[in-house]
């Protein structure tokens, strides 16, 4: 009888130290609520719960990585995309994570896709896809700010997908297409109009120095001569013959 009385005190109290005792990791906090009354975060560590009274909900206070499913925008100047995102956030405050929500994950989630929305549709798609960085910086702070009395932090919000319909990527690439043709023309034309300088800077030289005129006469006639040529043919300046006309 008395080994039974004692077998039954070492069930009880092993019961008792599995249902009381808790170890909670370094990035874990517990809530306390006894008798339903919360008494604050416990953790990280050993602690000692009363069975039947306390009640714990674990917080993890790592970041979390939040994926916002695609969501249908009508951008201001009417063209309907779909836009992605990516949140990440974490609980700075685990008391208020739990207390003053009823699911901080699913709060942040559902407010993450409406701000996405909200912000993504007030400007114009050549905005939407030219200034990505402040879209997001404007995503980040408006979920940070509601966010806050959660005791959640959003620390970062990235833009991740922007699809747009078949018939506006085309009209987008044939636009590319003439921006392309269009420097290529800018581009030719400015190699023309350097040229065109330089032959008239060359003229203007020549026709102040007539002997650089008669050097590069002579220089093409040693071009000619040099080519595998069977008629050459010489071309005579004017001025050449013009003492002799005046002779005449």
């Known amino acids: ?60 206070l790592r970041t979390v990585t939040l994926d916002v499913p695609p969501q249908d925008i009508i951008t201001r100047d009417n063209v309907s995309v779909k836009v992605s995102a990516v949140v990440y956030f974490r609980v700075l405050d685990s008391m208020k994570a739990i207390l003053d929500v009823a699911d901080f994950h699913f709060a942040t989630s559902q407010l993450a896709q409406t701000t996405l929305r909200s912000v993504c549709g007030q400007g114009e798609l050549d905005n939407l896809l030219a200034e990505r ?54 581009i030719n034309a400015e190699g023309e109009f350097q040229a065109a300088q330089r032959l008239a800077d060359a003229a203007a030289i020549i026709s102040s ?31 050449l013959l013009r003492a002799f006309m005046e002779n005449k």
């Open 1 to 60: 009888m008395l080994t039974f009385n004692v077998l039954t005190v070492l069930i009880l109290v092993g019961v008792f130290f599995f249902s009381a005792v808790k170890i909670l990791r370094e990035y874990e906090r517990g809530v306390i609520f006894r008798l339903g009354r919360a008494i604050g975060p416990k953790g990280p560590g050993l602690i000692i719960l009363l069975p039947g009274i306390d009640k714990m909900v674990k917080v993890d």
């Open 133 to 186: 960085d402040e879209i997001n910086e404007r995503i980040q702070n408006i979920l940070d700010k509601d966010t806050e009395p959660w005791g959640v932090k959003v620390s970062k919000v990235e833009v991740k997908e922007i699809d747009l319909p078949e018939e506006m990527r085309r009209a987008m690439a044939k636009q590319a297409e003439a921006e392309r043709e269009r420097r290529s023309k800018i």
């Open 209 to 239: 120095a007539p002997a650089a005129l008669q050097l590069r006469y002579l220089q093409t006639l040693k071009d000619i001569a040099g080519q595998n040529n069977s008629t050459t043919i010489f071309p005579v300046p004017i001025d």
